[in-house]
DNA sequence: CCAAGACATAGAGGGTCATCGATATCCAGG
DNA sequence: CCTGGATATCGATGACCCTCTATGTCTTGG
């Protein structure tokens, strides 16, 4: 409890806002939207997430992401606090061992935003 | 020409990678999509997409967007650079007005990412 | 209780970012 | 050419972020 990296929300991580193009978005949704978005953001902890994701079972053990990165075992640490303190990932410890997961309202919150309303009149890629 | 503001590479914002539970990203696929997230991820810029996107006819003049905010013009004209910089905003100056308007295929680069592949027998929300 | 391993926290150093006021650039009109 | 309005750029400032080393906390095993 110092600065300010868990100080989200991860309650109503469920879908804030209709698609970007649906209409303007308020200030309170994009500030709601805005921290997922950072914690993505970063290319450690985009490939953190998709290691997670991808793993059978859909939890991957702190053990084997610190291997898959040259980084300290302490900056794993403070990504993965990162993305946890966002929403996006449960923190699951089972004896000596820590496994996270995906959050999929998490994900499914940004997916929502971007949605592909192709936009009204505007550039159609399929038709 | 200083910093390296939009040193991106707006070419094949089509689609870089599969969705991020599909299989792990590499290092390559993270570091040229956390650039297009991380321009997203600020809620002023978040609201300038949603405003340009929404806008009848997908585009939006500077002097609206300027309204739109309690910040200086400067900052907006800043925020816009980043987006535009990024790919996610095209831009186009008539006359003295510039409009800007959302490039499709770069938020379909970070819908593909975000895709709701749910992930290998891990939480069904719906069956 | 003590040692060892897994993971988190603390604090520091160096870089990046958001914002501003001041100023430059570009275009239209007279 | 000169004025005026619309945007962009510059330089500074304060905040935030990524990474590290050092250290703490918790759990297992003897």
Redesign the pocket.
């Known amino acids: 409890m ?2 300010s990296l868990l100080r989200l929300d991860p309650v109503g991580a469920a879908a804030c806002c209709a698609p970007l193009a649906a209409q303007p978005l308020s200030r309170d949704q994009a500030e709601q939207i805005a921290p997922l978005l ?1 914690a993505l953001a ?1 290319p ?1 902890r985009l490939r953190l997430m998709s290691l997670v994701a991808s793993r059978a079972g859909g939890e991957a ?3 084997d992401l ?1 291997d898959a990165f040259d ?5 794993i ?6 993305l946890h303190g966002a929403g996006l990932l449960n ?1 699951d410890k089972r ?4 496994y996270y997961r995906v959050r999929p309202a998490a994900l499914a919150s940004i997916a929502a935003l971007i949605a592909s309303t192709p936009a009204p009149g505007s550039v159609g890629v399929s038709g």
């Open positions: 110092s600065k950072k970063d450690v053990c702190v053990c610190n980084l300290s075992q302490p900056t640490s403070h990504h993965l606090k990162v923190r004896g000596v061992w820590v």
